[in-house]
């Protein structure tokens, strides 16, 4: 493969203006579109030596034939522009976004005569106001039910408006006491239209006013003695609360702010939209996406926007997010023009709206991992990935069991490493291992040490224990001892080994697999930096799609390795520090305990003074003298 593009423009003809490009395939279908300050220096970005790429983007311009670009005026305008292509040709090779269900929605229809409130997941319907998402339907309908005793509203359906209108007799949930609009006789359509001005008010963010409100006629009518009055003011005080319960006060209470929490990995993304109206989280959203380029960070958060402001879609006065785009003043402005006034884009920093972007975030990353343990846990999707992996690394067999290997240090120090066991696509953690290294130039060496350990079980003939309840077995003869066969530890083949790194790691695997004499077994190791898998002997690596099964499976197991490495060593470095504690005299482990929770870490443990060691309770003059002196020794 040539190492520059057939189409690839010269550098004069490209401007560096700002704008929006295209690449296109020999059909002339749009792959991908993106947007520039400067086209020339953008464009440069894909035209480098293709070695250099990132593998997807790699992908995406030898899969192009051409590449087409359109000149705007101002950054505001490529940023439109991208947003509208993005819309009409839908590139494959943009991200793309998955919401994890069809959530529903709470819609006011303000375009209608009589505006109704309804659950729907529908979010065209024109002139509407939406409120929401809600996570399940039932707490949609839970919040109308309330609402309406204190805002009653049209809740009826348009063909039952239309014939009470037509026939002079309410409507039938008008005649339950369900529906508040003019079809039930007891509101004009310019007092109804009131009362959903007020309902609207309050959903979206104006709780403090009607409250307030309330409070002050229920005490005017109790005070005047109107009991009866007062009481439906009391009961339309608690409906209100009920619904201001259903969610806390997690900013100031005239906070209107959409916050964005994002996990991603290589492959894909998960986001969580808390939307806090009043500084009440009012709905929260998770979507996924595919990333089919490499694109993460601030690039990401521009798309994420660019996604979560469509058209029709309620912008709030401040957007919170992990990190700024390079776009963030043009955002701005394309928001301004949807909502008619400033829009602020910022970072969640400090204070009550960093700790909720640290719990978005939270969820984010366990979304991710959901989305993740889906596609590996299904059945169907297993049997796939088993079969992908098959065809991709030309095994015999479906792998059905595959043991991962990898190896973790600090620094050259304390290295350990991990095997985690699959079979069938799913963990089997009572087989887990984790061994120690004691000597080793490096990670390849480390990698052939610990294959070595592990194949030789594989050499070891059956284990024979003896039966020692003997009268149990009516076989056995007096004096006899029966005896019963066990496959010792590790005694079954993985059909196939997999490693963490890259061609120098499989190569030290496959030279182990080679002197234990086990070369039946496949071999490949997974590379995180492009997620590409490499074989022995390849000069190249194999390239697995993006949504394939099998790269799923084969990142989840490269994980669960690295997760168990790090989980071990952690234990290990805790363990050497605790035993060299031990030596000290006079220090027991009430005392090491309290050692290690005061400082924090072994680092700072060791780097502290003998008077800094005597803060800690229960350490003395002299003791903290003998544990200064014995950690400056070793």
């Known amino acids: 493969m040539a190492d520059v593009l057939p189409y690839k423009p010269a550098q004069g003809e490209i401007p560096t203006a700002p704008g929006v490009y295209r690449f296109l395939d ?48 101002t950054d505001v305008d490529s940023l439109q522009l991208e947003y509208m292509w993005i819309k009409e040709f839908d590139p494959p090779f943009n991200v793309r976004y998955k919401d994890d269900k069809s959530y529903p929605f709470m819609a006011v229809t303000l375009g209608d005569e009589a505006p109704r409130v309804m659950v729907t997941r529908n979010r065209k319907i024109p002139g509407a106001r939406y409120f929401g998402p809600y996570p399940k339907v039932w707490a949609v309908h839970d919040t109308i039910d309330l609402m309406i005793k204190v805002f009653p509203i049209r809740t009826c359906s348009d063909a039952s408006y239309k014939r009470a209108m037509a026939t002079g007799r309410p409507c039938f949930p008008g005649q339950i006491g369900k529906c508040g609009g003019p079809c039930s006789m007891r509101v004009t359509i310019e007092e109804h239209r009131a009362i959903v ?70 492959l894909a993304a998960t986001v ?12 929260v959203r998770a979507t996924t996406i595919e990333k089919e380029i490499d694109i993460s960070g601030a690039d990401l958060v521009d798309q994420v926007l660019q996604r979560a402001y469509g058209e029709g879609v309620d912008v709030p006065r401040r957007v919170l997010v992990p990190s700024l785009p390079d776009a963030a003043e043009e955002l701005e402005v394309w928001l301004r023009e949807r909502r008619g006034r400033r829009v602020e884009i910022a970072v969640a920093h400090r204070g009550q709206r960093a700790d909720l972007m640290r719990t978005a975030t939270l969820n984010a990353q366990q979304a991710l991992i959901r989305h993740k343990t889906r596609r590996t846990s299904d059945y169907v999707s297993r049997t796939q990935a088993l079969t992908d992996l098959q065809e991709a690394l030309g095994l015999d067999e479906a792998p059905l069991r595959i043991e991962c290997f990898d190896i973790s240090h600090l620094g050259g120090t304390n290295v350990v490493a991990s095997m985690v066991v699959f079979e069938d696509g799913l963990p089997r953690k009572d087989q887990y291992r984790s061994f120690n290294i004691a000597e080793t130039t490096d990670d390849t060496d480390s990698m052939h040490q610990v294959l070595m350990r592990r194949l030789a079980y594989l050499d070891r003939p059956e284990e024979i224990e003896p039966e020692t309840d003997v009268l149990t077995d009516p076989l056995a003869t007096d004096g006899e001892v029966v005896t019963t066969r066990k496959r010792p530890r590790f005694s079954y083949p993985p059909q196939l080994l997999l490693v963490d790194g890259g061609k120098p790691q499989v190569e030290a695997a496959a030279r182990a697999l080679r002197d ?30 993006r949504t394939s099964e099998a790269l799923y499976l084969l990142q989840r197991l490269r994980d669960e390795a690295h997760r168990f490495a790090i989980t071990h060593q952690r234990r290990r470095r805790r363990r050497d520090i605790g035993t060299v504690l031990e030596e000290v005299p006079g220090l027991g482990a009430a005392r090491i305990k309290s050692l290690l929770k005061h400082f924090g870490s072994v680092a700072a443990l060791k780097a502290a003074t003998s008077e800094q060691i005597q803060e ?17 020794n070793r």
């Open 26 to 73: 020999a059909q002339g279908r749009v792959l991908y579109v993106g947007k520039a300050k400067n086209l020339r220096q953008r464009l440069s970005n894909y035209f480098a030596p293709l070695r250099t790429l990132h593998e997807r983007t790699r992908r995406m311009v030898t899969t192009a034939s051409s590449v087409e670009w359109t000149v705007v005026s």
């Open 197 to 266: 001005d007020d309902f609207v008010a309050f959903m979206a963010g104006g709780d403090e006013r009607f409250t307030k409100q309330l409070t002050t006629r229920m005490r005017a009518a109790s005070t005047a003695m109107d009991y009866e009055a007062a009481a439906k003011y009391r009961d339309q005080l608690a409906s209100i609360e009920a619904v201001l319960g259903k969610s806390a006060l997690v900013l100031p209470a005239n906070e209107d702010a959409d916050l964005f929490g994002i996990a991603e990995d290589e």
């Open 272 to 283: 969580q939209q808390f939307t806090i109206r009043g500084g009440r989280v009012r709905g």
């Open 516 to 545: 234990s004499g086990h070369t039946e077994i496949g071999l490949c190791g997974i590379a995180k930096r492009l997620e590409e898998i490499w074989l022995p002997g390849d000069d190249f690596p194999v390239i697995l799609p």
């Open 616 to 632: 800690v309770p229960g350490i003395g003059t002299a003791l903290a003298e003998s544990i200064h002196s014995h950690l400056a």
